[in-house]
């Protein structure tokens, strides 16, 4: 890979975007795993792959075309502390990405987030964070962090720029609360946090478009993602837009696939589920799901 030049010359090539498309890769292992048995012993580090909105559908699906941008990929450590977390803690658990330009495959920033605890958003020590670092994984440039209490009964993230995450945001991210699951677009608000009413742009998690799409969801975690920034915006702002959208995944959407079976279960036990819904209240999440049991043997 080339090496990494000045953080501010890398973050340049953000300048001009305005709208991008994020589709997250599936893992076949991940998802055998998450639909056969509900477990997330087998979480795998996450690749997202970022294009040009605006280019036309059969050029996004071209190798080696330029409406590729940048693709985001998750660093894993592999010591057994970081297997443990994974395995224990997901989506909690801790993690550094980095986002990579297509062309000259150099780092333009990196993401690093710390475990924070396991969702509980009323102690200050338990909020999640994400930092936001140079090409050079030394300079902060910013972070993105919980509000206290987080939101409350709708998710509510500060988009800080600099290295002091406790100063003023210049947006905040602000979500439904209710998230729909199977087949639902979700869009998630950059607002101003003065009037926490002006919308600025939005990260929305994109409903099935077809029949593989909705597959993709029941089956798996991958999701795809439309991210719309304001064209005056900073680059180091559309870096940590950026960070923020793949926290919304690792927060909201990583919890497996829609359906889930449980091939295993004892009689009278959940077979299968299906989630529809899920309600969040203070960083906890609650997924509704219709579910259907193993029928119990009958008596002779």
């Known amino acids: 890979m080339a090496a990494p030049g000045n953080p501010n010359d890398m973050l340049g090539k953000l300048a001009g975007l305005i709208a991008v498309e994020v589709k997250q890769k599936v893992d076949i292992l991940e998802a055998v795993a998450n639909t056969a048995g509900g477990c997330s012993c087998c979480e795998q580090a996450n690749t997202y792959v970022v294009y040009d909105a ?3 559908p059969e050029m996004k699906q071209a190798a080696g075309s330029q409406a590729h941008l940048f ?8 010591d057994i502390s970081d297997i443990c977390c994974r395995a224990c803690c997901n989506p909690y658990h801790r993690m550094d990405l980095t986002v990579w330009d297509k062309q000259t495959q150099a780092p333009l920033f990196h993401i690093n987030r710390p475990f924070k605890g396991c969702g509980c958003a009323c102690f200050p020590c338990c909020l999640q ?6 090409a050079d994984n030394t300079q902060i440039l910013g972070f993105v962090t919980q509000s206290l209490f987080g939101g409350c009964f709708c998710p509510e993230f500060n988009l800080v720029e600099g ?5 003023e945001p210049f947006e905040l991210l602000r979500g439904p609360h209710c998230i729909g699951e199977l087949c639902c677009s979700v869009m998630f608000k950059f607002t101003d946090p003065a009037t926490k009413t002006e919308e600025r742009g939005h990260a929305t998690k994109m409903n099935a478009k077809s029949g593989m799409d909705a597959l993709q969801e029941c089956a798996t975690d ?4 439309e991210l719309q920034m304001p064209a005056q915006g900073l680059p180091v702002h559309k870096a940590i837009q950026i960070t923020s959208m793949v926290l919304l995944d690792y927060y909201f959407f990583e919890d497996g696939g829609a359906f889930q079976c449980q091939p295993l279960a004892a009689p009278g036990e959940v077979c299968c589920s299906l989630s529809l819904c899920t309600q ?7 997924t509704w799901k219709a579910t259907c049991n193993r029928p119990e043997p009958e008596e002779n």
């Open 54 to 56: 605006k280019a036309p």
């Open 71 to 78: 693709t985001i990929t998750e660093n894993k450590h592999g």
């Open 129 to 134: 964070e994400w930092q936001v670092l140079g």
């Open 163 to 167: 290295p002091n995450k406790e100063a």
């Open 222 to 225: 991958a999701d795809n993602f």
């Open 280 to 286: 969040y209240c203070c960083g906890f999440k609650q």
